[in-house]
């Protein structure tokens, strides 16, 4: 049973444009939210976290969205840029559990196009 | 900062022998460590807690007397697989975080990719 769901295996997106990659949960227990890029041959850097009592938080060109009604949450990325190409896994802060028990979705292979 | 080294990166043992996967905090102290594993096209599933000085804390489904974990310093948690069968080829990655910033998002290695042949 996938808690953390990321049904786009991958994305396209031209350089300059923006990227938007989606991620839909099922618990609504869940209550902090990380974005992780990885890159080959690389374990999972952290990208941006939101707390569910936001619905946007914003660094740089990234900028993630909650939606807690939806239980629906996303990844903006503008301008995009060809270093951008890699794999972004959704995660969720499972409840009860301690700040490293997180639940990720498959992953989104991002490519970005000169 | 923060970084987290884990060795061997690739590993290939034949069934039945026994792999360790060391997980290092580079830059900093940890008194918890976790353990995650991905099978292909699956996401990274949480399978133990490591824990400095005491026991390490296993997710449901995963058999410790299999996965041995060892978290000897605040510097170093081991995993081992102990009698390895073509099943355990995963890729195992492990993470941690400060121990003195718990609002610190976990910090990862660069995996381990273990196949038993």
């Known amino acids: 049973d996938q808690q953390v769901k990321q049904n786009s295996p991958s994305l396209s997106v031209q350089e300059g444009r923006i990227s938007i990659l989606n991620c839909d949960y099922t618990?609504?227990?869940?209550?902090?939210f990380l974005w992780y890029k990885k890159y080959p041959a690389e374990g999972p850097t952290f990208l941006i976290s939101i707390s569910s009592i936001k619905d946007k938080n914003e660094d740089g060109r990234f900028t993630v969205f909650l939606n807690k009604s939806a239980k629906h949450l996303s990844l903006h990325i503008v301008p995009s840029q060809p270093g951008d190409s890699a794999v972004y896994f959704c995660?969720?802060?499972?409840?009860?559990?301690?700040?490293?028990?997180?639940?990720f979705g498959k992953g989104t292979k991002l490519s970005v196009k000169p | 900062g923060a970084v987290v080294s884990q060795h061997p990166s690739r590993v290939i043992c034949k069934s039945g022998t026994s792999v360790k996967i060391e997980c290092r905090s580079l830059d900093f102290q940890a008194t918890t460590m976790f353990w995650y594993r991905q099978f292909p096209k699956q996401s990274l599933m949480l399978m133990a807690t490591s824990n400095e000085g005491s026991k390490a804390t296993y997710e449901q489904g995963v058999e410790k007397d299999k996965f041995l974990i060892n978290h000897a310093s605040l510097t170093l948690s081991t995993l081992t697989v102990t009698s390895a069968h073509p099943e355990d080829s995963s890729f195992y990655i492990c993470?941690?975080?400060?121990?003195?910033?718990?609002?610190?998002?976990?910090?990862f290695g660069n995996g381990t990719r273990l196949t038993v042949t």
């Open positions: 618990n609504s227990m869940f209550d902090y």
């Open positions: 995660a969720a802060n499972r409840p009860g559990g301690s700040q490293g028990n997180l639940i």
């Open positions: 993470s941690a975080r400060p121990m003195d910033r718990d609002d610190s998002p976990l910090h």
